[in-house]
């Protein structure tokens, strides 16, 4: 490798880490755990409002995790954080955070919510008596999109989690790595 490819790669990986750290320092000053309740609580409502497959899945749900606001960067390497609640009922019980990490082509900034319906014991168990819940190991999760969502109803519910992600705003093109954990938090 030459020293200008060298000198161009340093670059990147610092400008990466840079914003990385302006996107994901934003982030640092936790909500309280009011804040998070209620924001937790506008997010459901909103996705509810906007996709009745969204609410039919939350009235069977044995809990949901909301995750109001993840801010996610990267420029070859990214990450991205956000803290949400589990709610059982229409209670919140426990707060987690959402960490991922990438590596690949990327660029940008960009801030979403998600939501998890976690439909059965197992799905509940499994956030339970873990350390973290990564997504792709363990219970199966689905994210729902405009075709999954049309193909969904009470009688084709067969999965062990549902995810949507609702309120995308910013620009991140991606073509990514991703893994994503969920770990309980202190609140």
């Known amino acids: 490798m030459t020293a200008s490819r060298r000198a161009i790669h340093r670059l990147l990986l610092a400008g990466a880490s840079a914003l990385m750290l302006l996107a994901l320092g934003s982030q640092a000053q936790a909500a309280t755990a009011e804040d998070l309740d209620k924001d937790a609580a506008q997010t459901l409502q909103g996705l509810y409002r906007g996709n009745a497959t969204a609410e039919t899945l939350g009235r069977q749900a044995k809990a949901i995790l909301v995750f109001p606001k993840i801010v996610k960067a990267g420029l070859v390497f990214g990450g991205s954080y956000g803290e949400g609640v589990l ?81 995308q705003q910013g620009l991140m093109a991606s073509l990514s790595i991703e893994g994503t954990k969920i770990s309980r938090i202190k609140r």
């Open 87 to 167: 709610m059982k009922g229409s209670k919140v019980s426990e707060y987690f955070n959402s960490v991922s990490a990438s590596w690949g082509w990327q660029v940008g900034a960009e801030s979403y919510a998600y939501v998890v319906f976690l439909m059965n014991d197992k799905a509940v168990k499994y956030l339970a008596d873990t350390k973290g819940w990564e997504f792709g190991v363990g219970p199966s999760v689905v994210v729902v999109n405009e075709g999954v969502a049309k193909n969904l109803s009470t009688s084709t519910l067969k999965d062990d989690a549902y995810a949507f992600i609702t309120d």
